[in-house]
């Protein structure tokens, strides 16, 4: 085990569905990030954190809302999701920013 | 641009032989890399890493190599396992919040 734990480790939702993912992350780090992940494509970054405070936005659409309400805790907040939106969706924390990163297991997302 | 790539998609080795996973990368300025592994159903896992200043370093049963003349990473595992069957990913870093990685290549190991 990584340090990094992420629930639910498998959704399925309907477009309409209101859902959260959760991240914990129990290595004291103080960043902690977002990914997106999707077959046969590199890890897309989608939101960092750094001390609570979110340092990057990559170009994400408004249906996925990050919250972050202590260093050891980061929430993707899903709301009318699209089918390609499926995906898995990847927690990852580091020391600081530029550290190494480690990641949770992931939580694999089926939008219908 | 910013690009991380790999050689090949795929590799086959057979148990108990090397296994050598390559990496290209275009940024000249990254100065730290990272080798990950991800198996099925799991998340990233952290297998070792090598700063700018460095052209080798080991750990166990890995090694990693970094050419910066020609841009080139390279994962090396010694005496492969089937539990070594996984997606390898390099990623590389400019001292910012943002890590690029590559597409991954999935080795098999053969008993």
């Known amino acids: 085990e990584t340090g990094v734990t992420q629930t639910p480790r498998h959704l399925v939702m309907g477009m309409t569905n209101k859902k959260s993912l959760k991240c914990e992350q129990h290595l004291g780090h103080n960043a902690m990030y977002w990914y997106k992940q999707s077959a046969k494509k590199p890890l897309e970054l989608m939101f960092v954190?750094?001390?609570?405070?979110?340092?990057e936005n990559n170009s994400v659409p408004s249906r996925f809302s990050p919250e972050c309400p202590n260093s050891s805790h980061l929430f993707l907040h899903l709301h009318t999701l699209q089918p390609e939106d499926s995906a898995l969706y990847l927690c990852a924390s580091s020391q600081d920013l530029g550290d190494t990163q480690y990641f949770g297991p992931g939580t694999r997302l089926t939008v219908l | 641009g910013e690009s991380v790539g790999l050689h090949l998609p795929t590799l086959s080795v057979q148990e108990g032989d090397n296994s050598i996973i390559n990496c290209a990368y275009s940024n000249s300025a990254s100065d730290y890399f990272i080798w990950y592994k991800q198996e099925s159903g799991k998340g990233p896992q952290f297998i070792i890493d090598?700063?700018?200043?460095?052209d080798k370093r080991q750990g166990q049963r890995v090694t990693v190599l970094l050419n910066k003349t020609v841009k080139h990473l390279s994962l090396q595992i010694a005496a492969t396992q089937p539990g070594d069957s996984a997606v390898y990913f390099c990623a590389e870093n400019t001292g910012g919040f943002k890590t690029i990685f590559g597409a991954g290549t999935r080795l098999f190991v053969k008993a």
């Open positions: 954190y750094n001390f609570k405070e979110q340092t």
């Open positions: 090598i700063r700018s200043n460095m």
